[in-house]
């Protein structure tokens, strides 16, 4: 069986839930999660956020704005009165219960309740709509089955024995659709998987039922070589490895969650990125399979910041490293970049929420130097290090934008640049220029 997730977007209309219907009724049986329509996430933390700031009035505006729109959707999607009847009941008692949060306290308890109320809504609305088109379905809620342990991690075991049960109480459904993001905790509390986790849910079902295939729909043709937004000339990538699509996804490629590739990976279970808006394109197939000696892609991960210690104590000392990487780990910021001299550090991180005590912190250790509004270009490929000339490749590309950090090493599949923010287009630019639209110097490794 397959597993096939949709993106907000992908269900973001009726016209596109309609096209979404159209695409999986093809009489093959498949578990399709689906996200909350695009902007309905964001809009249901807002409601939560007018509550935790106790105005209960501003959240039941937002409430009522939300529910006319899905009255509205309900009139464009469904052809008949008797489907229009039981979609507005539903949203109902939705709403009503959503406005129930108006009136009571409200705690991040209330919140991860309020927030999954968009693939509630979502998964419903298509349920309906594939009931209505006569086609034989069934809703498998998710707070039924996926479920996350002690340490906030999917407990795989639970979600594989669960959904073994609950499927075969429904067995022979054309098209279970079931809800991404949303889930349990190990007290089971309802909770979620983190902003984006549909895609993360779809793995961890296809690990679970050892699905012969994860496909994750969005409105793009697969990963492509580099960020379209910024480069011209990009294009989809056809393969990469599980390795190479972890760190372009961790890297800033916005098409999937850093998080989802795991479970599918130690399933060994491929994963297709493909276009609902062009259903026959290839797409991106994720798999096992490595291409030996090809360079992939590039990617930008945006507001870094570089922090550097210099002290001479660091020379010829051991331990020094640890009490600065203690430093961060106290204040629970992880670091993506290193580089290291005989006196000195350079680390970049992301979350600066704690980049005051920090600072505080390793001023005790030596001089510290930041770098403000950076960003990390990310080679992504097989860069192992037995293939001669690929990082000089690289680094030759990146000769006229100034670099701050360079990493390579690390992995076998990523060689990162760390570069002023003004200079990122240049930069993503110049890569692809060299390295995928001049096909020979990339052949030379
Ligand atoms: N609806 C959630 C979000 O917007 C989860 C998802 O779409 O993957 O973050």
């Not at 939300?66 to 039981?86: F, M, S």
């Not at 979609?87 to 109902?92: E, G, I, T």
């Not at 600072?359 to 509004?373: A, F, H, P």
Request: with cysteine; hydrophobic share 40%; proline share 3%.
């Amino acid at each position: 069986m397959k597993v096939l997730k949709f993106g907000g977007t992908s269900v973001g209309t009726p016209q596109r839930m309609k096209d979404v219907v159209k695409l999986i009724n093809d009489g093959e049986q498949k578990i399709v999660v689906l996200s909350a329509m695009s902007g309905t996430t964001n809009q249901l933390y807002e409601i939560a956020d007018y509550l935790h700031k106790k105005n209960p009035v501003g959240a039941n505006e937002n409430i009522n704005k939300l529910e006319e729109k899905y009255l509205q959707h309900v009139e464009d999607l469904y052809a008949t009165e008797e489907y229009k009847e039981q979609a507005r009941a539903f949203l109902k008692e939705e709403f009503d219960y959503m406005r129930s949060f108006t009136k009571g306290i409200f705690t991040l308890f209330e919140e991860k309740i309020i927030v999954g109320q968009g693939e509630i809504l979502s998964t419903n609305m298509v349920t309906f709509y594939i009931k209505e088109q006569g086609i034989d379905v069934e809703l498998l809620p998710a707070l039924d089955f996926m479920r996350t342990d002690k340490n906030s991690e999917p407990d795989l075991e639970y979600i594989r024995e669960k959904l073994k049960l609950i499927l075969a109480e429904c067995p022979d459904k054309a098209i279970y659709i079931t809800q991404g993001f949303i889930c349990r905790n190990a007290y089971g509390e309802v909770d979620n998987l983190q902003r984006g986790g549909s895609d993360y849910t779809a793995s961890l079902i296809g690990a679970a039922i050892g699905a012969s295939e994860i496909q994750i729909w969005t409105d793009i043709d697969g990963m492509h070589n580099n960020d379209p937004r910024f480069v011209d000339k990009t294009s989809p990538i056809d393969s990469l490895s599980f390795e190479e699509a972890s760190e372009l996804a961790y890297f800033g490629a916005k098409i999937l969650h850093p998080t989802c590739v795991q479970p599918a990976r130690f399933a060994g279970i491929p994963v297709k990125l493909l276009n609902t808006m062009d259903p026959s394109a290839p797409g991106t197939t994720i798999s096992n399979k490595t291409h030996r000696g090809t360079i992939k892609a590039v990617a930008a991960k945006d507001n870094i910041t570089a922090i550097n210690i210099t002290s001479s104590r660091m020379l010829l000392a051991y331990g020094f490293l640890r009490k600065v990487f203690e430093i961060f780990e106290t204040y629970k910021t992880s670091i993506d970049m290193v580089t290291t001299s005989e006196v000195g550090v350079s680390v970049s991180i992301d979350n600066t929420s704690n980049l005051s005590n920090i600072l505080n912190e390793l001023k005790k250790l030596g001089t510290v130097t930041v770098d403000v509004d950076m960003c990390i270009i990310c080679v992504v490929g097989d860069l192992d290090w037995h293939n001669i000339g690929f990082e000089s490749l690289a680094t030759e590309t990146m000769k006229e934008v100034p670099v701050r950090m360079i990493s390579y090493g690390g992995s076998n599949h990523n060689i990162s640049f760390l570069v002023s923010a003004a200079d990122k287009q240049k930069a993503l630019q110049s890569l692809s220029n060299h390295l995928f639209n001049n096909p020979t110097e990339v052949a030379k490794g």
